[in-house]
């Protein structure tokens, strides 16, 4: 009778903590949305980066497929450099009147605008584009990393409960979808005119030869001022009007909160220190090599689906729609995978990413209209769950963490940079190598028809490749020791650990107090 009526108080009391926890740390819905709205901006650039920087640097600024790869490549990994670099310096920022993670979004944002600006900016000279490019993109890679760190890592700082964070998450998501969508679907519409050619023919002509091949698709728009420049600067300008516009919203919208898990004893992980732990870390490993394939897989089908629709499906005329299509896609679905994982748990939820695999193969095999839309989707359903899962799991790897090293803060900032730090590097490895297996088989900027080869490495870059990184990704995710049952384990440890912190500086204040 004894051990049961322990057990009854034991569940009681564990129930009550809970309740307790959810009416105190819950989120409103205005919060929310200004949390999500504050990081779209990004991802609007950087879904007009994804899916049309590679064709741009290589159909209007007529720069070899190599110098492309170069460019990608440098400043993706300029990105990643950024990461550990943003997480040490912000792990070591004090507090300030509007956070300590507040002032690195507001102080890069208008850097930002200026260098994603000249990064669509034609210059009038020739010999020197690929420094001008490379420079401009490396800066923005850069800059986006600042925001983006601080950004991510902020979910921490939002609320200590687990239910409250993956609804913040899912939001976030959700509006990232929608800016990826609204980034596509602006920089589609305004530049579409400036890959369209009125004597590029969807079939070929009677007794054609090999020099319909090199036929340019439209004249080299070396002019700055020509139609093909205009376009690009004025969906860049668009896009910085709207890094201004979320700026201010997540500024004026959402409140950071101070560690509620520390004392005021507590110090700081030394950043080195922090970033040894963290590899050690066993569900922090499995999960970034899962994401890290899986991400790179996403990254080479968005930044060569334009090449392919253009130059191997003979659908040049529908590339915009798409695209549209696969975001619309991803933008609907979030919601549907926010409450799937919910009821069947984050890593059964997974398996959703694989439904792209069969219909991609498929449309590389059989180009056609009607498939390429049925594609794009289901490729948006998918999508959908590789940028939902991976940033709904990182706060359980760090509750986790925090509960193995209670006497520590300022370690989320390190978990967030160098997750995104394997990601991107391995997408400018991912990239780097795809634009360099195009100037490889004879890729030639701005011609109305490729060769045969580049025709194959684009059905390789879109379909085998990306069915390749998603199955061993999420093979590995099979070995994610995070449950559905430790997750609410780890969150009952955790509030409990919060009571007796407060607790203890309660006592320490109480003391002070006693002995003035």
Sequence with gaps: MTSVAFNLCTLFFSSFVLLHLEQEHRLSICGKLCYAIGGAPNQVAGSAAAFFLQIYLLDIAHITPFHASLVLFVGKASG????????????????????????????????TVVSYFFMWYLPPFVSGRVAWYLTFYC???????????????????????????????????TMEVLGTLIGAALQGQIVASAHLSHHCTVNPPVNTTDTWH?????????????HQAKVYMIAAGVIGGVYLLGIVILFLGVKEKDDPYALNSDRAIPFCKGLGLTMKHGPYVKLTASFLLISTAVQLEQSNFVLFCTHAADLRNHFQYLVVTILVSAAVSIPFWQKFLQRFGKKCAACGISWMI????????????????????????????SLLLPWSMLPDVVDNFRLQN??????????????????????????????????FTGYKPGMCRQS??????????????????????????????????????????????RRSHQSTENLDDHKEDTSV
Aim: hydrophobic share 50%; aromatic share 12%.
């Design 406 to 439: 209670p006497h520590g803060k300022g370690h989320e900032t390190i978990f967030y940079s160098s997750y995104v730090f394997f990601t991107k590097m391995s997408a400018g490895i991912g990239l780097g190598i795809s634009a360099a297996g195009l100037e």
């Design 214 to 226: 090199d036929t340019p698709s439209f004249p080299d728009p070396s002019d700055p001022l020509s």
């Design 139 to 173: 800066l923005f890679q850069a800059l986006t990393t600042l925001f983006q760190v601080p950004y991510s890592a902020l979910t921490m700082f939002l609320s200590t409960d687990q239910k409250e964070r993956d609804s913040a998450t899912a939001y976030r998501m």
């Design 358 to 385: 069969p219909f991609a193969v498929m449309l590389v095999t059989i180009p056609n209209l009607i498939l390429a839309y049925l594609v794009a989707f289901v490729s948006g359903l998918s999508i959908a769950a």
């Design 452 to 497: 045969n080869d580049v025709i194959l490495t684009l059905k390789i870059l879109t379909g085998v490749v990306p069915a390749i990184l998603i199955l061993v990704g999420l093979f590995i995710l099979l070995f994610y020791p995070i449950t559905e049952e430790s997750r609410k384990e780890t969150k009952l440890a955790l509030e409990v650990l």
């Design 80 to 111: 990643a450099v950024t990461d550990p670099v943003a997480g040490f310096f912000i792990s070591k920022s004090r507090w300030t009147k509007v956070g300590r993670l507040m002032p690195w979004m507001l102080a890069c944002t208008p850097f």
